[in-house]
C-alpha cells in the first residue's frame, strides 16, 4: 500500500507538470506564435533577415507607403517620401525596432493561431495597415530640419490621430548608404527621435513646473517673485536671461524667467513636483498604438535645493520625448484629458480587422488648471513671441524652450504647443538637437507646417 501510494503521488506529480507545461505551450502560442513564424527559417516571409511578402500599409490619404513586389518589400516611388516615413514605416530588416514592419509583422503577413500564416510566396493574404500620417506633409518636416538631428511630431488632440511625424537622421530603405553605420552624418539614423529619444526639456519643462503651482498653491495667482537676473539657492547661482523684475507666475511664464521657476521649485519642495509630474506621465510607460514610447523621466528624490530648483526650470536631469511633451499639450487643449494619440487607422484582411476608435487617458490636470495654461499659453504667443511667429487664426498657445546639454555642445531648442481653434485642433512638438534657441530653430517648423494645416 506504501508503494502504490507514492507510485500515485509521483503520478499526480507528473501529471500536474504536464498540465503546467501544456498550459505554458499554449499561452505562448497564442501570444508569441506570430513572432515565432517571424523567424528567419520561415522562408516563404523571410529571406537574407529581410521580410519579404506581407501587406501593404498606406498614409492617410493612400498613399502606399510599402508592400510587396517580387519578393521582396518595396517602398513609396518619391524618395523623399521614403525618407521622411522610414522611422514609422521601419526597415525590411528589422533595425528600427518601433517601425510597423516589425511590430506589427504578424498582422502585415496575415498569421492567427488558427490558420496560421495566410500570406505565401507570391500570394498576400496578410493584412493591410493604413496609418494617419500625411506622408507629403513628414517629407516636408523632414526636409525643414535639413541636416540637423530633431524630431516632429503633430496629432489632432481631438481624434488622436497623429497627422505628421518626422526623425532625423534619415535614410532611403531602398538604397541604404553603404557607411550608415559609420558615417557620422547617419549616427543614430535608426533611432526614431520622436517616440525612442529623450531629451532636456529646458523651458518648455517650466509649464509642468507652473501646472505644480497651480494644484499646490492657493495663493498662485497674485504670489510673486522678484527676478534681478540671477538669484543664489543652495550657495550656487542660477541666472537669467533678463532681469524681470517683480512678477507673477504668468508674467514668469511669458518672460521664461529662469529665477522664478527655480525659486518656485523649491518652494514648491520635492514632494509636489514628482506628483505633478507624474500625473502628467512622468516615470511612466507609454504605448503608440502597440508601438512602446521611451518613458521621459523626472526624479528629484535625492536632489539638493539647487538641483530641485534646476530641475523646475527644466534642466538637472529632466528629460522627455517629444511624444510625450505633444501628449502633455493636447491634455491641456482638451480640458486636463488627453486624447490618446494613435497611427494605425486600420488593419484589414488575413483574418484580422480593426478600426480606431477614440480613446481617453488619465486626466493629467484639473480642468481649472488647463483652462488658465490655455489663457497663460496663448498670452505667451500675443504678448511675449515675435509678431507672426505663428499662423494667424489657428490661436496657437505654445512654449519655446533652450535644453542644455553641456559638453561645448549648442541647447536644444524645442517648441511645444497646440492651437485653440477647433477647426484646426492640433498638439505638436518641434525639438531640434544643438539648435540653440527654439524660438529661432523649432519655432518655424511648427509655424510652416502648421500654415499647411490650415
Known sequence: ??????????????????????????????????????????????????????????????????????????????????EATVHTVGDANGYISTGIQLVYRPQLVGYNPVLGVTTITGE????????????????????????????????????????????????????????????????????????????????????????????????????????????VINGETINCMGEHGEQTIAEGLGHSCNVLFAELAVDLGKEAMMETAEAMGFNQAEKLDDIVVTASTYDVNDADANSLAWSGVGQYTDLVTPYHMMRIMGAIANGGVPVEPHLVSSMSGGGENYAYSVETGERMMSESTAQALQTMLRNNVASYYASGMFPSGMEVCAKTGTGEVGEDKEPNGWVSGFCANQDTPYAFAVVVEEGGFGSASAAPIASELLSQLQ
Open 1 to 82: 500500500m506504501k508503494t502504490t501510494g507514492i507510485r500515485s503521488f509521483i503520478l499526480y506529480i507528473l501529471t500536474a507538470a504536464f498540465v503546467f507545461c501544456l498550459g505554458f505551450f499554449l499561452f505562448e502560442f497564442f501570444t508569441q506564435g506570430g513572432q515565432w513564424a517571424m523567424q528567419p527559417y520561415n522562408q516563404h516571409l523571410v529571406a537574407g533577415g529581410q521580410l519579404t511578402w506581407a501587406g501593404n500599409i498606406t498614409d492617410r490619404n493612400g498613399v502606399t507607403l510599402v508592400g510587396s513586389e517580387d519578393g521582396q518589400r518595396t517602398y513609396a516611388d518619391d524618395a523623399g517620401i521614403r
Open 124 to 231: 498576400s493574404g496578410g493584412g493591410d495597415i493604413a496609418l494617419t500620417i500625411d506622408s507629403a506633409l513628414c517629407e516636408q518636416a523632414m526636409n525643414l530640419l535639413g541636416d540637423r538631428s530633431g524630431a516632429v511630431i503633430i496629432y489632432n488632440y481631438l481624434t488622436g490621430e497623429v497627422v505628421c511625424k518626422a526623425s532625423t537622421p534619415t535614410f532611403d530603405p531602398e538604397n541604404i548608404p553603404e557607411d550608415i553605420d559609420t558615417n557620422d552624418a547617419y549616427k543614430g539614423a535608426y533611432l526614431d527621435r520622436t517616440i525612442s529619444s529623450s531629451f532636456t526639456p529646458g523651458s518648455i519643462f517650466k509649464v509642468v513646473t507652473t501646472t505644480c503651482a497651480m494644484e499646490h498653491m492657493e495663493d498662485w495667482e497674485t504670489r510673486t517673485y522678484t527676478c534681478t537676473g540671477s538669484t
